[in-house]
């Protein structure tokens, strides 16, 4: 019984200090809250925050492989393809034949991407003004100077 009793005491303690401590579960808090608010102002044009933010990065990119849009998302293959397929489907991202031949298929923003991301810029500014009232100026300012400053080459695969 002593035994069970240190283990309790041990468990209570690690519960105690990842509850105080834990920077993995407020970021995913506060990723999870901003995100629900992208989601409901984008939900009437058919998108979700992942995807519009992937058609914003492919737009950027201009031209990329699905490994290059990957790293540069910082997402696992799975958890692309798994956003990229409503894409496809919708017609808003569309493969290309790519210039040096062989399998690499580069993905672009299609015309019909293109005007998505306008029509939605709307209803993306709105939970923009929201995600910014809620965080504060502390907070944006914060954010925005974490996620800018993180080395690239900090990140794991």
Same mark, same amino acid.
């Given at each position: 019984?002593?035994?069970?009793?240190?283990?309790?005491?041990?468990?209570?303690?690690v519960v105690g200090?990842?509850?105080?401590?834990?920077?993995?579960?407020?970021?995913?808090?506060?990723? +999870?809250?901003?995100?629900?608010?992208?989601?409901?102002?984008? +939900?009437?044009?058919? %998108?979700?925050?992942?995807?519009?933010?992937?058609? %914003?990065?492919?737009?950027?990119?201009?031209?990329?492989?699905?490994?290059?849009?990957?790293?540069?998302?910082?997402?696992?293959?799975?958890?692309?393809?798994?956003?990229?397929?409503?894409?496809?489907?919708?017609?808003?991202?569309?493969?290309?034949?790519?210039?040096?031949?062989g399998r690499s298929?580069?993905?672009?923003?299609?015309q019909a991407g293109?005007?998505?991301? $306008?029509?939605?810029?709307?209803?993306?500014?709105?939970?923009? %003004?929201?995600?910014?009232?809620?965080?504060?100026?502390?907070?944006?300012?914060?954010? $925005?100077?974490?996620?800018?400053?993180?080395?690239?080459?900090?990140? $794991?695969?």
């Amino acid at each position: 019984m002593m035994m069970s009793t240190e283990t309790e005491t041990a468990d209570a303690g690690v519960v105690g200090e990842i509850t105080r401590n834990c920077l993995l579960t407020r970021t995913r808090r506060i990723s +999870r809250i901003i995100t629900n608010m992208y989601d409901q102002a984008l +939900r009437p044009y058919g %998108v979700n925050a992942p995807q519009f933010s992937l058609l %914003v990065l492919i737009a950027n990119l201009g031209g990329a492989s699905r490994a290059e849009i990957g790293r540069a998302n910082y997402q696992e293959r799975s958890t692309l393809t798994r956003n990229l397929a409503l894409l496809l489907t919708e017609g808003w991202v569309e493969e290309m034949v790519s210039d040096q031949g062989g399998r690499s298929r580069p993905l672009v923003l299609s015309q019909a991407g293109k005007e998505l991301l $306008v029509s939605a810029a709307p209803a993306w500014r709105a939970a923009q %003004v929201k995600a910014k009232q809620l965080l504060g100026e502390e907070g944006v300012t914060a954010i $925005v100077g974490v996620a800018d400053s993180i080395p690239l080459d900090e990140l $794991v695969e």
